[in-house]
């Protein structure tokens, strides 16, 4: 009775085991899902590649699945469109001519220039 026993539970053991390195491998997929990556499918099947060649990818698609986000994208812009960028350099690019002309205006006069503070970053 007691064989019968320990052979269930090794088989038991052995289902979890297998199942939970099936789901764990799942883990970049369902974040992917979750985010609405757009390469969700891609990061599924690698997941599955990953499961033949002893994991070695599988940090790399839990990266993969992590960086895309729907309200910002890859992260690597502020969410501000082109042309608000393309405003603001303009806005800036007036100031300082203007500024540029008043110091002008001042050395034609013969006025000696004056220390001003550093302008504020954008």
């Known amino acids: 009775m007691l064989d019968y ?3 269930g ?3 038991f053991v052995g289902l979890v085991l297998f199942y939970g390195i099936i789901v764990i491998h799942d883990i970049p997929y369902e974040i992917a899902v979750h985010r609405k990556h ?3 499918d891609a990061i599924h099947a690698t997941g599955w590649v990953s499961l033949f060649t002893l994991h070695a990818l599988w940090p790399f698609l839990w990266i993969w699945a992590t960086l895309y986000r729907p309200d910002r994208g890859w992260g690597f812009s502020d969410g501000k469109s082109t042309e608000s960028h393309v405003a ?3 806005q800036q690019v007036a100031e300082l001519r ?3 002309q008043v110091l002008e205006q001042r050395q034609g006069a013969g006025e000696p220039p004056v220390e001003s503070a550093p302008a504020e970053e954008v």
């Open 9 to 11: 539970l090794l088989v």
């Open 98 to 100: 203007e500024r540029l």
């Open 38 to 40: 757009p390469h969700q």
């Open 88 to 90: 603001g350099l303009e």
């Open 5 to 7: 026993f320990a052979l």
